[in-house]
């Protein structure tokens, strides 16, 4: 299929700087030309829809509602893989580092044990042609629990990762820093009792004492050495800021005060946020909001973290939000800038040679909806 060659005409295509009325050509899975007004030869009229790049998503944990779909109900993983694969598709992105966690965070996860089956899922699939989007791996590791570093390592001398994010969810501190917060989030995890939690909060607070600042070093440098790239999580302080700066992190993931986002973006630290945060107007843990950040120019990379479709009317939500930025810079937030901060240098734009990674998207009462999309010049969706 990538060695199709068409046309599509009567395109908004969004280009790095503009949107430009026009068509664009394809040939061996690349972009080859766009230009204004109408193509010679035959072409398939997009009927005035918006061309995109693909998205490049850098942060989903939607595969484990697949996975998990009910507490402790365990799906087949190729079955959980193909159904979450055409949610990501269908969403209009076309590159997802799959999130995969390791380092239990509670006694009563489940989702960590089946690491591996996920992985060996994954891999089967994409070998036999059979996954709509390119799917990379983002390892996320809970630092400050004492299996996270061998089973990332036995992970990671198996199979490859293109980003590592180093998570710290201990209470009182970066996504946590609200206890009634976070006291809420774990009732949904099971914690339901004032004990339960009362237990649970101690036995984190003394694991972050014995293991966060020795695992955290410890994963910088197995990142490194695979050429990973590296995220640190919910960022707070200026003193976290200046740990990731020594740790060569390229993303700041969801930074939860204006103050560790502007030094991150200061620092050449890529700020991302959750689209579901920019949606719903606020952050579901009561930190900053995206739109704050976006405001003060210091948003980057958009993610949908927990709702696939969140990525798509983001870019669309963000121009109407906030005046200051049009619809390319925003779009650029959901492709190119994360092909950028992960090293992506062959996609993420409308550009001639680059991937034919596309999108088509019709726009309908403010709602994006995605008509059909491309990965290397081969329609799958
Ligand atoms: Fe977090």
């Known amino acids: 299929m990538s060695d199709e060659a068409f046309t599509l005409s009567n395109a908004r295509l969004v280009l790095r700087d503009s949107v430009q009325h026009g068509w664009l050509r394809v040939e061996d899975g690349r972009i080859l030309e766009f230009g204004d007004g109408d193509p010679t030869g035959p072409s398939l009229n997009v009927g005035g829809d918006y061309i995109l790049p693909g998205l490049i998503e850098l942060h989903?944990?939607?595969?484990?509602?697949?996975?998990?779909?009910?507490?402790?109900?365990?799906?087949?993983?190729k079955a959980a893989v193909l159904a979450y694969d055409a949610q990501i598709v269908g969403a209009g992105i076309t590159t997802v580092f799959d999130s995969l966690r390791v380092g239990a965070l509670t006694h009563r996860d489940g989702v960590s044990k089946a690491l591996h089956a996920l992985a060996s899922a994954i891999s089967d699939l994409k070998g036999a042609g059979l996954l709509r989007a390119d799917h990379l791996t983002h390892l996320?590791?809970?630092?400050?629990?004492?299996?996270?570093?061998?089973?990332?390592?036995?992970?990671?001398?198996?199979?490859?990762?293109?980003?590592?994010?180093?998570?710290?969810?201990?209470?009182?501190?970066?996504?946590?820093?609200?206890?009634?917060?976070?006291?809420?989030?774990?009732?949904?995890?099971?914690?339901?009792?004032?004990e339960d939690f009362s237990a649970f909060v101690s036995e984190r607070i003394e694991m972050?004492?014995?293991?966060?600042?020795?695992?955290?070093?410890?994963?910088?440098?197995?990142?490194?050495?695979q050429g990973a790239a590296i995220a640190s999580h919910d960022d707070a302080t200026?003193?976290?800021?200046?740990?990731?700066?020594?740790?060569?992190?390229?993303?700041?993931?969801?930074?939860?005060?204006?103050?560790?986002?502007?030094?991150?973006?200061?620092?050449?630290?890529?700020?991302m946020m959750g689209a579901p945060n920019l949606v719903r107007g606020g952050s579901h843990s009561g930190n900053i909001a995206a739109e704050d950040l976006a405001r003060a120019g210091a948003l980057e990379i958009l993610s949908s973290d927990y709702v696939p479709g969140s990525l798509l009317m983001a870019a669309f939500d963000l121009p109407r939000r906030v005046e200051s930025i049009t619809l390319p810079q925003a779009v650029a937030m959901v492709t190119r800038n994360p092909a950028e901060a992960t090293g992506l240098s062959d996609r993420g734009e409308i550009a001639a040679d680059l991937r034919?990674?596309?999108i088509q998207v019709a726009v309908h009462d403010r709602t994006p909806s995605v008509r059909r999309a491309w990965r290397a010049g081969a329609r799958v969706f």
């Open 140 to 194: 996320r590791c809970e630092i400050a629990t004492p299996d996270v570093v061998e089973e990332a390592r036995s992970y990671m001398a198996e199979r490859d990762v293109q980003l590592v994010s180093l998570m710290d969810h201990t209470p009182g501190q970066r996504q946590f820093r609200d206890m009634d917060k976070m006291r809420t989030y774990y009732q949904r995890h099971g914690l339901t009792s004032e």
């Open 238 to 271: 200026l003193d976290q800021v200046a740990e990731a700066i020594d740790d060569r992190v390229s993303i700041a993931e969801f930074p939860t005060t204006l103050e560790a986002a502007t030094a991150s973006r200061a620092a050449n630290i890529k700020v």
């Open 356 to 358: 034919a990674d596309i």
């Open 60 to 77: 989903t944990d939607h595969l484990e509602a697949h996975i998990e779909p009910r507490p402790k109900v365990q799906w087949e993983p």
């Open 208 to 225: 972050h004492a014995r293991y966060a600042q020795e695992h955290r070093k410890a994963l910088v440098r197995l990142a490194q050495a």
